[in-house]
């Protein structure tokens, strides 16, 4: 079956479709719930909450652009949804300049679960914006509009998280060359 037909189908609230598209995407879309959770479970949570929206909306798409661009962003806000409900949104005094830190990892070896574990470590919003601005690409100013804070906040906590990695790499290195030489 075509995507444009499970689509159709989905829209039709046919069981089986539906089940067809979430074996199709849940493993991608996880991946992204794992990128703005704090946890496996809360990621579980998210998933089948996106699912829902996404199949309560999929009559919405308009076979413009991607689809799974579309899935991607029905999970991002999904998450950013829990996150504004399960948190008292506060918005920090902007610091002045604060610049931006930034970790060559050109020459080093640094284990993928390594990063991704640190990165789920940081602090909620540090891990938000640090995933929407690095890895997705969101701007400050859209950050600011979807988690309802300023574009300096944003942009002082992508500062601290990106300080938070970098020193974290930098302890990570440090024990690493300990133990081989």
């Not at 075509?2 to 046919?14: F, R, T, V």
């Not at 539906?18 to 996880?30: H, V, W």
């Not at 409900?85 to 830190?101: H, S």
């Amino acid at each position: 079956m075509s995507l444009e037909q499970l689509i159709k189908n989905c829209a039709k609230h046919d069981a089986q479709a539906q089940s067809q598209l979430y074996k199709q995407f849940a493993s991608k879309l996880f991946t992204v719930c794992l990128k703005y959770s704090r946890n496996y479970a809360e990621a579980e949570d998210n998933l089948h909450d996106a699912f829902i929206t996404i199949f309560n909306k999929i009559d919405q798409y308009n076979h413009k652009g991607s689809f799974e661009g579309w899935l991607k962003r029905i999970v991002i806000n999904t998450a950013l949804g829990r996150y504004r409900e399960n948190v008292k949104v506060y918005d920090l005094v902007n610091e002045g300049n604060i610049e931006d830190e930034t970790v060559d990892l050109e020459d080093d070896n640094i284990n993928l679960n390594f990063l991704l574990k640190i990165i789920q470590e940081l602090p909620d919003r540090y891990r938000l914006i640090f995933n929407l601005y690095v890895l997705d690409g969101y701007s400050h100013v859209e950050i600011s509009e979807l988690i309802n804070i300023s574009t300096g906040t944003s942009k002082s906590n992508l500062a601290r998280a990106r300080a938070i990695l970098k020193d974290k790499i930098e302890k990570y290195k440090a024990v690493k060359k300990s133990y081989y030489n």
